[in-house]
């Protein structure tokens, strides 16, 4: 704002001085086309911006950098090379489903004597099944000993879904999705007893736990983002390290990179966070407050709050006194 201003002054500067000397005159017009590149640039900018996140969200096909092709046959097979680590955004989730009742978890059923790659949430028959992130439709197709009627798709951040014993399939191969979109209706198809719907988070072809990623029950993500590796142990990551680490371009041997409006939303949000995280270090006094309540409030103590406040116990607190918490 402060850089807007000043360059709007020296403009205006500018202008007068050329206004003295002569707007017609040849060194007159050069002086003022050199000066206008300035505004130029930075509409140019908000525009690159812009139209990278659209080309992202609507135009390309999700996550051409990550897989080789696009078919509408396989739900797994890939042969695609690994990268090492990949950052996948989960920011733009939608649940699934209306209920939020887990049925059965990832991993291995004794019953089965197999692993269960997906997780079962509980819907009855005609339920909406939703879009989890916005992508498009890779796969539409009918697995009457397994998924039974059934939905892959491919999203931005690098994911695909599956969504499995659905009643009707509401979406075509090859369409685009929103987050939050109607994909079909929840049903009892295929291999199933009783209607669910079967919720599978892959990358790349690798089965991840979408409890890992989300938590059903609070309907939400539970970090904005989620470490992909393949050589080490794949995590959340918090919003320090998620700004810290490395955009994909870097971490992935597969390469893809982050746009520049990527990372000013990222350093934006994580800037918000800071703020929100400093002012709940800080306690404003309003009346009627002591340091013991005051102290309850933040979860510490007495001492500790003098301690950083350099005051005494017998301080007398004054009302919109700022005291340090932590
Ligand atoms: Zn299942």
Redo the contacts with the bound molecule.
Sequence with gaps: MHFLSTTAKKRIQMLAVLAAVGGSSCMAQDKLANLAPIDKRMRAIDSVSIMRILEKESLGDPATELYPDWNNNYATAYGASMPKAYKIDLRGFHMPCENNRL??SYGYRRSFRRN?????LKVYVGDTIRAAFSGKVRIVAFNRKGYGKYVVLRHHNGLETLY??MSKQLVAENQEVKAGEPIGLGGNTGR?TGS?????TRFLGRFIDAEKLFDFAARDIRADYYLFSSVGRSRLLTSDEAVNLPGNDVLASAGIAMTDAEREEESRLYQEERRKAIRSQVHRVVAGESLSSIAVKHKTTVKALCRLNNISVNTVLRVGQILRCS
């Design positions: 049925t059965s269960h790659y997906g997780t079962d499995g014993h199933s669910h719907l079967h919720f599978e």
